[in-house]
């Protein structure tokens, strides 16, 4: 019954000829749901789908490096930035992330349970996962795999996003820029990982199908996701915050 219901909420989606997903203005309250950012004691439902969604989201990004036909927008950032400094990535990745931490402090973005975890979990879960996942030879079944990536990173970050327990630093950048401006977090999400694919590029990045598919896909994939956890277990879309 739940899956036939998920199906037909899933096929309403990609049918609906004014795709309202991309409306969402703002993260849905669901029964998993903390009630408060800070809160010490949440509830175990909300822990457990944060960290089913963190792990759906990681395997989204390990599908993404598996294709090799490019890497994601920030890593693009991070490799231009080592063409500048002489950095490693993984150093020029930490300081992008510590800057993005800084500008939620204007955003007035609070970490949580969730941010934290984000670091973690995700990054376990690539390690985890890519010696299990098909390197294909075929450059399209690459692509095909890279956007497969982009569609599972989506679904995972609407559902850890909606436990409410605190995003990873980008995507509270995402939910900050929103709030600030009322655009939809698709176009808000899509603006932000465009701005740092061209900045990436000018510096001297690398860019790859792979990547420009991240750019233009992660924003609708995470509305749509969103929308359809609310019309599958909510009753309305969720107003301007």
């Not at 809160?39 to 909300?46: A, E, K, Q």
């Not at 990681?58 to 950095?87: H, K, R, Y």
């Not at 609070?110 to 934290?116: D, E, Q, R, Y």
């Not at 956007?147 to 409410?164: E, W």
Request: include cysteine.
């Amino acid at each position: 019954m739940a899956r036939n219901r998920l199906c037909h909420i899933l096929i309403a989606t990609l049918s609906d000829s004014d795709f309202s997903f991309l409306n969402i203005r703002a993260v849905p309250h669901l029964f998993w749901s903390a009630p408060h950012l800070l809160t010490i004691r949440p509830p175990l439902i909300s822990v457990v789908l944060l960290v089913v969604g963190l792990v759906i989201f990681g395997i989204g990004e390990a599908l993404m490096i598996a294709s090799s036909v490019g890497v994601s927008p920030w890593t693009v950032l991070a490799q231009g930035i080592t063409n500048i400094t002489g950095w490693s990535v993984g150093l020029a990745t930490f300081v992008v992330s510590f800057i993005v931490l800084l500008v939620w402090v204007p955003l007035r973005q609070t970490p949580g349970i969730g941010t934290v975890l984000n670091i973690i979990i995700i990054s376990v879960v690539l390690d985890l996962a890519l010696p299990f996942l098909p390197q294909f030879e075929s450059l399209t079944l690459r692509v095909a795999e890279a956007a497969v990536g982009v569609i599972v990173t989506g679904i995972g970050g609407g559902i850890y996003l909606i436990a409410n327990l605190g995003p990873g630093p980008r995507d509270g950048l995402m939910t900050g820029l929103q709030r600030l401006t009322g655009f939809p977090i698709a176009g808000v999400r899509s603006a932000i990982e465009i701005s740092a694919v061209l900045l990436g590029w000018l510096l001297g990045g690398v860019v790859g199908v792979g990547t420009m598919l991240y750019a233009f896909g992660i924003g609708p994939c995470v509305a749509a996701s969103m929308y359809m956890l609310l019309k599958a277990f909510g009753d309305e879309l969720p107003e301007r915050n």
